[in-house]
């Protein structure tokens, strides 16, 4: 496995509130996860968000910091409560309450990739995942934290713009009668994570590329959004979520005939949602 859970972008000169990360993009391996693991390895990358944080490279030249997961998703996932704990995985760890990430195998130590496949033929120890979560989790949220900080003490407020991809499948219940397909779904927890006009600029940098916007459904945000969400103190957070099969083949985990194009489509929103933080006086809280 990587030294580190991520790597971080700066910018050569800091113009923006706004923070980018991708927390599910790593793609680092180890040897000893893939002799762990039953899946091959295509299998093991199926609920990676393969290529979003090269989507996204571009965010330091407009003046924004990029973290990026190095650890991938099946090993820990960063976009999820450190108490997200599987007792389905996880030796010693006793079930409390119903929580549905956790029932269906995507804790903070996931039990199952896409589509429900097991990552392990058993269960791992409990010091195992604390290993993991003190090793990866903490050191990524200890930075992203560090990042929204250091924006809200220089422009006066913070915009976490959380980036991820999804399968194409996964709008197929959106396009039921005249309704146009959703390219980019954007997550506010339904307006408790973000101002509302923080979400309605986001939007309108998507639409002014071409691309077909929803929010909320079917992807609200998780816990990165809720975590850090606080529009009450003028941090705002917004997950992002893009259609895979515009910019890669989902099947074989490549990127397509219309990746370089789509790069530079997305360069240019996030230079768009990059000037939103070019504002220094925090926007109201809605």
Same mark, same amino acid.
């Given at each position: !496995?990587?030294?580190?859970?991520?790597?971080?972008?700066?910018?050569?000169?800091?113009?923006?509130?706004?923070?980018?990360?991708?927390?599910? @993009?790593?793609?680092?391996?180890?040897?000893?996860?893939?002799?762990?693991?039953?899946?091959?390895?295509?299998?093991?990358?199926?609920?990676?968000?393969?290529?979003?944080?090269?989507?996204?490279?571009?965010?330091?030249?407009?003046?924004?910091?990029?973290?990026?997961?190095?650890?991938?998703?099946?090993?820990?996932?960063?976009?999820?409560?450190?108490?997200?704990?599987?007792?389905?995985?996880?030796?010693?760890?006793?079930?409390?309450?119903?929580?549905?990430?956790?029932?269906?195998?995507?804790?903070?130590?996931?039990?199952?990739?896409?589509?429900?496949?097991?990552?392990?033929?058993?269960?791992?120890?409990?010091?195992?995942?604390?290993?993991?979560?003190?090793?990866?989790?903490?050191?990524?949220?200890?930075?992203?934290?560090?990042?929204?900080?250091?924006?809200?003490?220089?422009?006066?407020?913070?915009?976490?713009?959380?980036?991820?991809?999804?399968?194409?499948?996964? !709008?197929?219940?959106?396009?039921?009668?005249?309704?146009?397909?959703?390219?980019?779904?954007?997550?506010?927890?339904?307006?408790?994570?973000?101002?509302?006009?923080?979400?309605?600029?986001?939007?309108? /940098?998507? /639409?002014?590329?071409?691309?077909?916007? /929803?929010?909320?459904?079917?992807?609200?945000?998780?816990?990165?959004?809720?975590?850090?969400?606080?529009? @009450?103190?003028?941090?705002?957070?917004?997950?992002?979520?893009?259609?895979?099969?515009?910019?890669?083949?989902?099947?074989?985990?490549?990127?397509?005939?219309?990746?370089?194009?789509?790069?530079?489509? !997305? @360069?240019?929103?996030?230079?768009?949602? /990059?000037?939103?933080?070019?504002?220094?006086?925090?926007?109201?809280?809605?």
């Amino acid at each position: !496995m990587p030294a580190t859970s991520y790597h971080l972008s700066r910018p050569e000169l800091h113009r923006s509130c706004v923070v980018f990360s991708s927390p599910h @993009s790593g793609a680092e391996y180890g040897a000893d996860f893939l002799k762990a693991t039953m899946l091959d390895r295509l299998g093991i990358r199926s609920s990676e968000d393969a290529f979003v944080d090269v989507l996204f490279e571009a965010v330091p030249g407009f003046g924004a910091p990029l973290l990026k997961a190095l650890v991938p998703r099946a090993y820990v996932d960063l976009n999820r409560s450190p108490d997200e704990l599987d007792p389905a995985l996880i030796d010693g760890v006793r079930r409390r309450g119903h929580n549905p990430r956790v029932a269906s195998g995507l804790g903070v130590i996931p039990r199952v990739v896409a589509n429900g496949r097991a990552i392990y033929s058993g269960k791992m120890t409990l010091g195992e995942a604390k290993l993991r979560i003190s090793h990866y989790w903490q050191p990524y949220h200890t930075a992203l934290q560090s990042l929204l900080d250091e924006a809200h003490a220089t422009f006066g407020q913070a915009i976490l713009v959380d980036c991820h991809s999804m399968p194409h499948e996964a !709008m197929d219940g959106m396009t039921r009668g005249k309704r146009q397909r959703p390219q980019i779904v954007l997550g506010d927890r339904f307006g408790a994570a973000a101002s509302g006009e923080i979400v309605d600029r986001i939007e309108a /940098a998507f /639409a002014a590329a071409g691309l077909k916007v /929803a929010r909320n459904t079917p992807f609200a945000g998780a816990y990165v959004t809720q975590a850090y969400g606080r529009p @009450s103190r003028h941090q705002h957070a917004v997950q992002i979520e893009i259609d895979r099969a515009l910019y890669m083949d989902e099947t074989r985990v490549r990127p397509n005939g219309n990746f370089e194009a789509f790069r530079k489509v !997305m @360069s240019q929103v996030a230079a768009e949602i /990059a000037m939103i933080g070019y504002d220094q006086v925090p926007l109201a809280a809605e």
